[in-house]
């Protein structure tokens, strides 16, 4: 059957969607993986600035839906990777552009080239959530340790299992393992406690997010990036490997309860 | 339940992380089963109401309270002591064999449960 599509979403806005899909697209070239990601965010696109491809932008999502280009004109190729594609948004339209009939389309006719379709979702419950969703086989849900984030991936993860789209994955975005330690911050298992699903990465705070983001050069690409590092675990879990969270970074919790729940939590 | 100002300042030690995890906890039993707060406190109220047509509830032991052991087991769990010697008047087809006297343990998920002792004296008693 093809690729896997893959919807990177969150509820709030500004929790590291965009960040987390062009680090997984990279992670997943690195890893010899056929990538295209699919920027969702119609009328506030920003996949194309964060990886560094606003400049090669002809096409987009909507001209493909309208029918003003082949699908194979909007996808653009990444400078370093020859098989990694961005398709970006419109920037001057609107969610409703498009339906999620559109994209489960447009995903079907990608399947068969790749391995991985990434689709960055909005922010918001609305349209432009569910024209990210529909075509997913499986839904990653970016959240942070902070009271807001995690109420409404709740929400995220209730709308899911409405849709028949499973409750989705976890990734925990901006943890920072010292606040935790000083128990000024809610945990990985805190978070997993509360939402009750299972998490497939923990990204830690990492200062080299934003110079890598200034230059549209993804921090996966950076090998001292621990940010970075944990892009490649969570490429290799989506891959099916069975290997472990992030240990050094995941604080909560005693050794032998992150091992448990390692073995026990794998599907 | 602490009161707003103990959670604001955190009881002794306590950290603002365990009291994130408290209010997310609280704030989402509501949001999954679309019931505030507010709609809880009348539909407690409600439930009382009627209770207390046939028994003489003590009202300062009740608790109602919302809990959650997953998203979709969500249950009402009610603990309401009532007094049958005050009952008479209220309640003449009162059960003889009511639960006051062997009451059901909560079950093990239950958070907000209050763990009331059996048979303490009146702590407040009233002038008569």
């Known amino acids: 059957m093809g690729a896997k599509v893959v919807t990177i979403t969150s509820g709030k806005g500004g929790v590291g969607k965009t960040t987390t899909t062009a680090n997984l697209g990279v992670a997943l070239?690195?890893?010899?993986?056929?990538?295209?990601?699919?920027?969702?965010?119609?009328?506030?696109?920003?996949?194309?600035?964060?990886?560094?491809?606003?400049?090669r932008i002809v096409y987009d999502l909507v001209d493909v839906v309208e029918g003003r280009c082949k699908l194979r004109q909007a996808m653009i190729k990444h400078k370093q990777f020859a098989e990694l594609y961005l398709i970006p948004a419109a920037q001057t339209r609107d969610k409703t552009a498009i339906s999620p009939a559109d994209m489960v389309q447009i995903t079907n006719k990608l399947r068969e080239d790749f391995d991985f379709i990434l689709i960055d979702s909005p922010a918001g419950i609305e349209r432009g959530f569910r024209n990210a969703v529909a075509p997913a086989d499986e839904v990653l849900i970016v959240t942070n340790p902070e009271v807001s984030?995690?109420?409404?991936?709740?929400?995220?993860?209730g709308l899911l299992e409405a849709e028949n789209k499973g409750p989705g994955k976890?990734?925990?975005?901006?943890?920072?393992?010292?606040?935790?330690?000083?128990?000024?911050?809610?945990?990985?298992?805190?978070?997993?406690?509360?939402?009750?699903?299972?998490?497939?990465?923990?990204?830690?705070?990492?200062?080299?997010?934003?110079?890598?983001?200034?230059?549209g050069i993804p921090v996966t690409l950076n090998e001292q990036s621990r940010a970075g590092a944990a892009f490649l675990v969570i490429a290799r879990r989506l891959m099916g490997e069975n290997i472990p969270l992030n240990p050094t970074e995941n604080n909560s919790g005693g050794f032998f309860q992150r091992l448990a729940r390692l073995f026990g939590g794998q599907s | 339940?602490?009161?707003?100002?103990?959670?604001?300042?955190?009881?002794?030690?306590?950290?603002?992380?365990?009291?994130?995890?408290d209010r997310l906890r609280f704030v989402l039993i509501h949001d999954r089963i679309n019931l505030t707060p507010e709609?809880?406190?009348?539909?407690?109220?409600?439930?009382l109401q009627v209770i207390s047509k046939y028994v003489h509830i003590e009202r300062d032991q009740v608790d109602i309270a919302l809990t959650q052991s997953d998203r979709n087991d969500s249950r009402i769990i009610a603990d309401i002591p009532f007094n049958p010697e005050r009952s008479d008047a209220a309640a003449p087809e009162m059960d003889e064999n009511s639960d006051r006297e062997n009451p059901q343990p909560a079950e093990g998920d239950t958070t907000r449960f209050i763990d009331e002792p059996e048979d303490t004296p009146d702590d407040n008693p009233k002038p008569s």
Request: glycine share 6%.
């Open chain 1, 29 to 55: 070239a690195r890893l010899n993986q056929r990538v295209i990601m699919i920027d969702a965010d119609i009328g506030l696109r920003n996949l194309d600035v964060v990886m560094g491809l606003e400049n």
């Open chain 1, 149 to 157: 984030a995690v109420r409404d991936a709740d929400r995220i993860i």
């Open chain 2, 39 to 47: 709609r809880m406190e009348a539909m407690k109220e409600e439930i």
């Open chain 2, 1 to 21: 339940m602490a009161s707003f100002w103990e959670r604001m300042m955190g009881r002794g030690n306590r950290r603002s992380g365990s009291t994130a995890k």
């Open chain 1, 170 to 215: 976890l990734i925990l975005n901006r943890l920072k393992a010292d606040m935790v330690k000083k128990g000024e911050m809610l945990s990985a298992d805190d978070v997993t406690d509360i939402l009750n699903i299972q998490i497939i990465g923990i990204v830690p705070e990492d200062e080299q997010v934003i110079p890598a983001s200034n230059s």
